[in-house]
């Protein structure tokens, strides 16, 4: 389900007695979230991630704006009605109940609209269609995930259980079969069979209808005797129940765990039973905001992996809030990079760190972080303290400006001897961590209070106090003095800005 965020807005009343002003906390957001992508939304403290992730959930509305999940405006829609699952830092998972029934909670109360045969025979049917007229795509499908992205056979039946919309055993059976090593007669067998076993089923529930008094029309609709469909509301049926919860337990891997109390698992455990309550009624978008927050680093790391595979298993498209970079980094196939309420970059995470457009987005990703030094351009030249560093067409007008220069961006060896590209820092410390050497530098033009800390190969030769340092022009970037916005050297290229 492809997402659409259009000049999304929220702005808080404040409090002219308590001389609290207003706040816009999201300003103006446009983003589109692609079918089947995590979207990582990354920023520090209060600048309206979560604001924004709960106006997608409907939990609060927008000032202004759009929201649309394909081709539906769920903007205004109530939050029980936009087909999301929501999971939050603290689980929120009741303590008294056992997993089975804190995963099987969202679906007691469900009433499914029927006026079709037993949904069961509907996927069925569903499923055999699929088969025997989307083989190509499905084919596809297997291909690239089961070859490619390496996914087991029982996992790419629930791929397709969720993409299709088909949760029956038949289809955990026919997906797990090599359809790929079966000639287009041989899947028609199994399809065939598939619809002899079927045949019996439905004979049986058109028995129970024609009883009612009513009948099935082509559609496999319950009608009457004028052939008007007839819609019955009913909840899920225990057997409909239990299968939901299994088939999601088994996607989380919680299933050897269900009978046992949320207090009796770690938090890596419980946050993966909130994320199964989460896709229990198969959401269209799943929302997921600080998920890993609560866990320790090792958990951390773990969970995050598991999220992934979840959600490349299921195809669903997700929308991931962290202040953690790294951890927006490892997880997302895209990142929206926020300050205080406004997109500053969006784009695939390799990018945002290789092509940060401001300097925000610069200081913001990259563990260690990057070093920033304060420059100037003067007729064509980027000068840091006395020493040129480049020139380039881009420098037009003399001006005051920031240089960053990522922590692997400096070499110590014979590129030194070159007269520009290179700085001369203080070496304070060193500290050797295997193949890479960490070390602490000072210099006059350091912007900030933090030390310069750059990663170079440990085989160098470097002493403490002055060294020269080549700099790798693609590490390098170029910032505005006053705006903060990035200068692109000659060969670096435009980047992501806001729309
Ligand atoms: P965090 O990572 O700390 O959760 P965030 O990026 O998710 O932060 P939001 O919770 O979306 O940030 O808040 C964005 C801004 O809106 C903040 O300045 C916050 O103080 C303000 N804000 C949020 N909710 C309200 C509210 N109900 N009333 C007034 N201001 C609010």
């Known amino acids: 389900m492809e997402i659409r965020i259009k000049h999304l807005t929220k702005r808080f009343p404040g409090n002219p007695k308590k001389n609290i002003p207003d706040t816009t906390a999201v ?80 679906l007691t109360n469900l009433n499914v609209v029927r006026n079709k045969v037993s949904q069961t025979i509907i996927d069925d049917l569903t499923l055999i269609d699929l088969l025997e007229h989307h083989l190509d795509e499905i084919l596809s499908l297997e291909k690239e995930s089961v070859y490619k992205d390496k996914i087991s056979r029982s996992a790419f039946a629930r791929k397709m259980a969720f993409r299709f919309h088909v949760v029956t055993s038949l289809s955990q059976r026919l997906f797990s079969y090599r359809l790929d090593t079966m000639s287009p007669e041989e899947v028609k067998t199994r399809v065939k069979k598939a619809i002899d076993d079927l045949n019996g089923e439905i004979k049986t529930e058109k028995e129970k209808i024609r009883k009612k008094g009513f009948m099935l029309n082509e559609k496999y609709e319950i009608i009457d005797k004028l052939g008007n469909p007839i819609p019955e509301k009913r909840h899920l049926t225990k057997d409909e129940i239990d299968a939901l919860v299994q088939e999601t337990a088994r996607l989380v891997q919680i299933n050897d765990y269900l009978d046992r109390k949320p207090s009796e698992l770690s938090g890596g455990q419980q946050q993966r039973v909130a994320i199964a309550r989460a896709l229990v009624k198969k959401p269209r978008v799943l929302l997921l905001d600080e998920p890993l927050s609560n866990l320790d680093a090792r958990l951390r790391l773990q969970t995050r992996e598991e999220i992934r595979r979840i959600q490349r298993e299921t195809g669903i498209t997700t929308v991931f809030v962290t202040h953690d970079q790294e951890e927006a980094m490892s997880i997302s196939d895209k990142i929206v990079v926020m300050k205080q309420g406004v997109k500053m970059q969006e784009d695939a995470p390799q990018e945002v760190y290789r092509n940060p457009n401001c300097l925000f987005v610069a200081k913001f990703l990259g ?10 351009l003067e007729k064509g030249a980027l000068y840091i303290g006395d020493e040129k560093i ?72 470097v002493g403490l106090g002055m060294n020269r340092f080549a700099i790798r022009p693609s590490k390098m970037f170029v910032f505005d003095g006053e705006t903060e916005e990035r200068i692109p050297l000659e060969g670096q290229g435009a980047n992501g800005k806001q729309e």
């Open 27 to 106: 300003n103006d957001l446009n983003v589109t979230i692609e079918d089947g992508t995590l979207l990582g939304l990354l920023g520090p403290s209060g600048c309206g991630k979560s604001t924004t992730l709960y106006m997608i959930s409907g939990l609060k509305s927008p000032t202004e704006g759009e929201i649309w999940f394909g081709d539906e405006d769920v903007t205004h829609l109530a939050p029980e009605k936009r087909g999301i699952g929501l999971v939050f830092q603290n689980y929120a998972l009741y303590p008294h109940m056992t997993v089975y029934d804190n995963v099987k909670f969202p």
């Open 367 to 376: 563990n260690p972080p990057i070093n920033v030094f304060k420059g100037r």
């Open 390 to 461: 480049t020139e380039d067409p881009a420098f037009k007008e003399d001006k005051k400006v920031y240089v960053g220069i990522r922590p692997e961006g400096f070499l110590c060896d014979e590129h030194t001897k070159e007269k520009d590209k290179v700085l001369t820092l203080n070496v304070t410390a060193i500290q050797t961590m295997g193949r890479d050497m960490s070390l602490l530098c000072e210099s006059e033009a350091k912007e900030g209070t933090a030390a310069i800390k750059i990663i170079v190969d440990s085989e160098i030769k």
